[in-house]
T-cell receptor, first 110, second 116 residues
Framework: GENVEQHPSTLSVQEGDSAVIKCTYS??????FPWYKQELGKRPQLIID?????GEKKDQRIAVTLNKTAKHFSLHITETQPEDSAVYFC?????????FGAGTRLTVKP | NAGVTQTPKFRILKIGQSMTLQCTQD?????MYWYRQDPGMGLKLIYY???????DKGEVPNGYNVSRSTTEDFPLRLELAAPSQTSVYFC???????????????FGQGTRLTVV
């Protein structure tokens, strides 16, 4: 099955700085790569996703890039704010299942 | 729409007891998933289903069983509960877009299970 690795496990940045989280996947058949944000005690919620026929996607301060050849994708958050503090998960999905990375705990210091 | 609803929200089980975690969705999604999330860890796939009558194992299926008799419901059964099954369980559903592939997963609010 698919194996998703995510780095770093923790990330601390100053408010206004950028944050980058990286993921790799193993199954070349995976074609859908979402990112989820999970606040403490809450359910994960989608923040951005990308399909394998697209190299980059942006939504305001959030962007995701995908390198299919290298099987890695990254989340970029610019101009970070304290409310961006949360755990972020990447995921990779082929036709059926959806596997998640281990998560990155992002802390944005005011 | 209520989205994905899980019950119960909290449960304490004794070792060896059994229970069923309920999950229902009202979005007519064909794909449904069960994940477990241990403290400070990621989401591990237990079982998934691509439609009524079809289920398949994920990464960590041992100790669990599922069934999918309707599109809406995807219960997770724990037989002979063990302390290692202490975790938060999330159910999720997606609308598989045919030739497009998978889509956004909508999660239930989670079930916090403690086995003592």
């Amino acid at each position: 099955g698919e194996n998703v690795e995510q780095h770093p496990s923790t990330l601390s940045v100053q408010e206004g700085d950028s944050a980058v989280i990286k993921c790799t996947y193993s199954d070349s058949a995976s074609n859908y790569f979402p990112w989820y944000k999970q606040e403490l005690g809450k359910r994960p919620q989608l923040i951005i996703d990308i399909r394998s026929n697209v190299g980059e996607k942006k939504d305001q301060r959030i962007a995701v890039t995908l390198n299919k050849t290298a099987k890695h994708f990254s989340l970029h958050i610019t101009e970070t704010q304290p409310e961006d503090s949360a755990v972020y998960f990447c995921a990779a999905s082929g036709w059926n299942d959806m596997r998640f990375g281990a998560g990155t705990r992002l802390t944005v210091k005011p | 729409n209520a989205g994905v609803t899980q019950t119960p929200k909290f449960r304490i089980l004794k070792i060896g007891q059994s229970m069923t975690l309920q999950c229902t969705q009202d979005m007519n999604h064909n794909y449904m998933y069960w994940y477990r999330q241990d403290p400070g860890m990621g989401l591990k796939l237990i079982y998934y289903s691509v439609g009524a009558g079809i289920t398949d194992k994920g990464e960590v299926p041992n100790g669990y069983n599922v069934s999918r008799s309707t599109t809406e419901d995807f219960p997770l059964r724990l037989e002979l509960a063990a302390p290692s099954q202490t975790s938060v369980y999330f159910c999720a559903s997606t609308s598989h877009g045919g030739g497009v592939g998978n889509t956004e997963a909508f999660f239930g609010q989670g079930t916090r299970l403690t086995v003592v």
